[in-house]
């Protein structure tokens, strides 16, 4: 199993950045493949960015392309979010996932394909 713990959310004005962390626990975190997704209040659960498990695969929703970056340090345990050009409609609490696999050019873009999940984060954009 591996736990997953978000953290650098935050209140920010529109335009500015946030770089969202995941720590992970667990002795094989180089075989998962990792995913973001975020929730706004009434909507559900959206796709952000995934990796795959050597970090060299990404995938981004359309919404996000040149402004978010997913990125995986296995050294770390960590997978990051870094999110540029902040809009209000990025306001949501965002979500680490992650799943084990042994395809290592996987990359999982959706909710139902990810087995364990963070507590969130919540990312407030100001206008």
């Given at each position: 199993?591996?736990?997953?713990v978000e953290s650098g959310g935050g209140l920010v004005q529109a335009g500015?950045?946030?770089?969202?962390?995941?720590?992970?626990?667990?002795?094989?975190?180089?075989?998962?493949?990792?995913?973001?997704?975020?929730?706004?209040?009434?909507?559900?659960?959206?796709?952000?960015?995934?990796?795959?498990?050597?970090?060299?695969?990404?995938?981004?929703?359309?919404?996000?392309?040149?402004?978010?970056?997913?990125?995986?340090?296995?050294?770390?345990?960590t997978v990051y979010l870094q999110m540029n050009s902040l809009k209000p409609?990025?306001?949501?609490?965002?979500?680490?996932?992650?799943?084990?696999?042994?395809?290592?050019?996987?990359?999982?873009?959706?909710v139902n394909g990810y087995d364990y999940w963070g507590q969130g984060t919540?990312?407030?954009?100001?206008?």
């Amino acid at each position: 199993q591996v736990q997953l713990v978000e953290s650098g959310g935050g209140l920010v004005q529109a335009g500015g950045s946030l770089r969202l962390s995941c720590a992970a626990s667990g002795r094989t975190f180089s075989m998962y493949a990792m995913g973001w997704f975020r929730q706004a209040p009434g909507k559900e659960r959206e796709f952000v960015a995934a990796i795959n498990w050597s970090g060299g695969r990404t995938s981004y929703a359309d919404s996000m392309k040149g402004r978010f970056t997913i990125s995986k340090m296995n050294a770390k345990n960590t997978v990051y979010l870094q999110m540029n050009s902040l809009k209000p409609e990025d306001t949501a609490v965002y979500y680490c996932a992650a799943v084990s696999t042994i395809h290592t050019t996987m990359v999982v873009t959706t909710v139902n394909g990810y087995d364990y999940w963070g507590q969130g984060t919540q990312v407030t954009v100001s206008s």
